[in-house]
Every structure is written in structure tokens, then in C-alpha cells.
């Protein structure tokens, strides 16, 4: 202990002789100095008030050494999770422009565009921690570094900082417009672009404070040695606040779908199984509240470096984790085409309509979203690529009273008669985040349909171009094929 004591800064020195001098601990007794607890609180809170912060580390690490204190570096286990996050991430993203471009060939929408620019930002956040807060000590105790370490290390956290806000925005619109498209009613769609347009204006305001959090903004890296003049605002207070309103923001998102899912007309058991097709979101939310959990304990910190690491890993896990959930949809689109008899195996005991047929007969079912004047509107809306709407794509004439014609028109491949039919339900069916719902339509006559494929009464006709279907999904008497 002599030896250390000749290494040490005057004021650590003081501070050690003053704790001595309280007789808790004896100079010669360097066990009790090194683990009693009351020992170590005194000689800390002197250090603090009394040796600049460079002068505060150094003696940290000299007493921690004189101690034989375990050196601690988590840093290779960030980098694993990490890594195969953004790994799961990059193929989730893939698969989604992929099948969008390749398979349905259909233009880019606006949730595209946006969880695109999310994957991008999550890869260069990966690349700045790689690069930046990795080699200068993330995950380390903070006196085990440089002075240099230290300040590199605040500056490529800074940079993390504000493209962490600019990931949860991107990723909550991303997931809002793709809302936006699957709800068509009407105000759904005024509160999604209220939602939207708040959550825009929310994103903005934290970047922008973010970047002017501190003046200069090199205050951001320099403050801690206490050497540089400036001035921040209270930058625990807008963390925290950033973390509970994204939550709420979470909350909210959850809720709308749910919301829409309860007109549905089925059983509560049901309902809740679609329900948790949405609820998957639910895991971001949880995510979030662990990682404000653990800016709860930084914000307390005087070892930034190792306590920083649990921020920086829920971080990336809750970005890339609500990049994988925005693509789970198109995922199994993916899945579908590639799996198609397991995945409508798997579909036909869940299609739920919002009103129920009347009568019991033939029963169409179609996947475009193609309407023509005088088509019944209803149910889910697409714009593209047959893409989860309550559209249908029929356009019935008639029936009218005592009339015996009525035409039911398709895009499925199939060829229309209109020499009149039996009288049953069109169901309109159209998969929602793999959910199928249906929008029936009781008519007086069906069409009949001359289709490519006829197997113990189930009708079905692919359009191998549009990958539409039309499939015959109930049927009570035999039907006959025309003639061709």
C-alpha cells in the first residue's frame, strides 16, 4: 500500500490518510481497505469532491490494480448479438424488396421506402460501433482507458445518439403507412395520418435536439474532463422523455389494429388469434421498456463506458427486432409462394368475414384488388400486388327484383358465363398479415365458372402472371364444367 500511496496524486493521497484516520481500515491491513464497503465510500466521495476527473480515474485504476481487481470487458458478447441481429435484419429486408420487385413486381410504397432507410441506418449505427465505440473501450471500465479512449469514445456515442432517433422514427412510419394501407375506412385513415403526422414532428423535434443538445456541439466529448467551457440541456430529462413517449407511441400503434380487428364477426377466440398476429409489435414495446430501464442506470454513472453497454445493446436489439417485425407480413407472402400448400393448409380454418352469408352455395373467392364501375366496395383496401385490402374485385349486375340474370366478373384467370347460376355467396377473401379475411356478398345467381382444376369439390384457378387466385371454397351440389 506504501508503494501506491508514492504513485497517487496529492489528492488522493489526502483523501486516503483523512479515511485512515477514521479508523475503519489500518494501512497494514490492505484486504479491509480493498473490500470494506464504508472504507471505500469515503475515500471515493473525497476523491470526487477534491481530484479533477483525470486525476480521479488514474487513481481508480491504481487502487484497482493494488487490489487485484478482475479486469471486466463485455464487448465480444455485444458484438455477437449484434451481428446476428443485423444478419436476421438483412435477410427480413431482403426477402421483403425482394418479393415486392421479383415476385410481385410491383413498385416500392411508402412503408417500403421507409423501412429500407431504418435498415440502412441500423447498418451504419452497426458499423459506427464496430468502429468507433468498440475499439475505444465500450464495455470497459471507464479508468482502465485513455484520456483520448474516453473522448472518442463520447463522440462516436454522440453519433449513435442521434441516428438511434432517426431509426425509431423511420421504422414507427414505416409501420404506419403499411397500416395505412390494409385499414380503408375513413377514419381509420384520418387517424393514421394524424398518427403520422405526429409521429414526423416527434421524430424531428428529438433529432434536432439531439444534435443541439450542447453548445458547442464538441461539448458533447469534451465536457467530462471538466477542462472545456459550454453548456447542455438536461439531457437525462430528454432521454427519458424521448424513451416514454416512443413506448406510447408503441401503445398506441398496437391499439389501432386491434381496434379495427373487433368489427370482425367472429368468436372472441378468434378474434384474439388475429389479435396476436399484431401483438408481435408487442416485443418492441417490452424491448423499450427494458432499455429505459437501463438508462435509468446511466443516467447515474460515473463508468460510461462499461454501463453504457446495456443501452447500446437493447438499442440495437429494439431497432432491429422492429425491423424484422415490419417485415413479417411480406415474409410470409414470401413463404406462401414458396410453400403454397402448406400455407393455405394452414389458412383454411381461419377466414372470418364481416357479415355473413345468407345462403349456402357456390363460394368464389379472389385475391386482386382490380375493381370496375358499379363493383360492391367493402372490407379490406389493395393497391397493389394483391396486397391485404378489403376491395373486391367483383362487379355484380343485379341482381334486381324477379330478375333471373345476374353477372359476377373476375380477375382470376377463370372464364365468366352469364347464363345465370345457382344462387349462393360471393366471398370476397383477402390476407391480412397472413390472416384471411373475407367480405361476402349474397346474389341471387352465380356465374359459372370454367376453371383449371377440379379435386373432391375444391375450385381453384392461378394466374401464374398476376399470381392471383380464385378458388371454390364451399360447395353443396356438384358443379358441372362447361363445355369449352
Not at 86 to 113: E, F, N, Q
Not at 116 to 127: E, G, K, P, R
Not at 225 to 240: D, Q, S, V
Not at 424 to 432: N, P
Request: proline share 3%.
Amino acid at each position: 500500500m506504501g508503494d501506491m500511496l508514492m504513485v497517487l496524486p496529492q489528492c488522493a493521497v489526502n483523501c486516503l490518510v483523512g479515511a485512515y484516520s477514521e479508523g475503519i481500515c489500518l494501512l497494514s491491513d490492505p484486504t479491509c481497505s480493498c473490500t470494506n464497503v464504508e472504507f471505500q465510500q469515503i475515500v471515493t466521495s473525497c476523491v470526487s469532491g477534491n481530484c479533477t476527473t483525470t486525476e480521479a480515474l488514474f487513481t481508480k485504476n491504481i487502487t484497482s490494480v493494488g487490489c487485484d481487481a478482475p479486469i471486466r470487458d463485455r464487448v465480444n458478447k455485444h458484438t455477437v448479438i449484434v451481428s446476428v441481429l443485423v444478419g436476421i435484419c438483412t435477410v427480413a429486408v431482403s426477402v421483403r424488396l425482394g418479393y415486392r420487385l421479383l415476385v410481385a413486381k410491383s413498385s416500392l410504397g411508402l412503408d417500403d421506402w421507409c423501412i429500407t432507410a431504418a435498415f440502412l441506418c441500423s447498418i451504419a449505427s452497426h458499423i459506427v460501433t464496430e468502429t468507433g465505440t468498440v475499439p475505444n473501450g465500450l464495455g470497459k471500465d471507464i479508468w482502465k482507458l485513455s484520456s483520448r479512449q474516453i473522448t472518442d469514445f463520447l463522440y462516436y456515442f454522440w453519433i449513435m445518439a442521434w441516428i438511434y432517433f432517426l431509426e425509431i422514427v423511420i421504422t414507427k412510419l414505416s409501420i404506419q403507412f403499411f397500416f395505412l394501407r390494409i385499414f380503408p375506412s375513413q377514419l381509420a385513415q384520418r387517424l393514421l395520418w394524424a398518427t403520422i403526422a405526429f409521429t414526423t414532428l416527434w421524430g424531428a423535434a428529438f433529432f434536432a435536439g439531439c444534435l443541439g443538445q450542447c453548445t458547442p456541439v464538441s461539448y458533447n466529448w469534451t465536457k467530462w474532463a471538466g477542462l472545456h467551457e459550454g453548456k447542455c440541456i438536461n439531457i437525462t430529462a430528454f432521454t427519458w422523455t424521448h424513451a416514454v413517449t416512443s413506448i406510447a407511441i408503441d401503445i398506441w400503434m398496437l391499439a389501432l389494429p386491434i381496434w379495427q380487428i373487433k368489427d370482425l364477426q367472429m368468436c372472441l377466440k378468434k378474434k384474439i388469434g388475429v389479435g396476436l398476429m399484431f401483438f408481435v409489435g408487442t416485443f418492441v414495446t417490452v424491448i423499450s421498456i427494458v432499455r429505459l430501464h437501463s438508462l435509468i442506470i446511466f443516467s447515474s454513472s460515473s463508468n460510461i463506458t462499461y454501463d453504457y453497454f446495456d443501452v447500446s445493446i437493447w438499442s440495437s436489439i429494439e431497432v432491429t427486432i422492429g425491423i424484422i417485425c415490419a417485415c413479417m407480413p411480406t415474409i410470409r407472402q414470401a413463404l406462401g409462394k414458396l410453400f403454397p400448400a402448406i400455407m393455405r393448409g394452414s389458412s383454411a380454418q381461419k377466414t372470418y368475414g364481416r357479415s355473413k352469408a345468407t345462403k349456402s352455395g357456390y363460394v368464389f373467392s379472389g385475391s386482386n384488388s382490380r375493381s370496375t364501375p358499379g363493383a360492391q366496395r367493402g372490407g379490406l383496401h389493395s393497391d397493389r400486388d394483391g396486397d391485404y385490402g378489403l376491395h373486391p374485385s367483383y362487379r355484380l349486375e343485379g341482381p334486381t327484383a324477379g330478375s333471373a340474370h345476374a353477372v359476377v366478373e373476375t380477375w382470376h384467370g377463370g372464364r365468366q358465363s352469364d347464363n345465370g347460376g345457382k344462387s349462393g355467396v360471393v366471398r370476397h377473401e383477402r390476407e391480412l398479415s397472413g390472416i384471411v379475411v373475407v367480405q361476402e356478398r349474397s346474389v341471387h345467381n352465380v356465374s359459372q365458372y370454367e376453371l383449371d382444376d377440379i379435386v373432391d369439390g375444391d375450385v381453384e384457378s392461378r394466374n401464374s402472371d398476376r399470381g392471383d387466385e380464385a378458388t371454390l371454397v364451399e360447395m353443396k351440389s356438384p358443379l358441372e364444367r362447361p363445355q369449352r
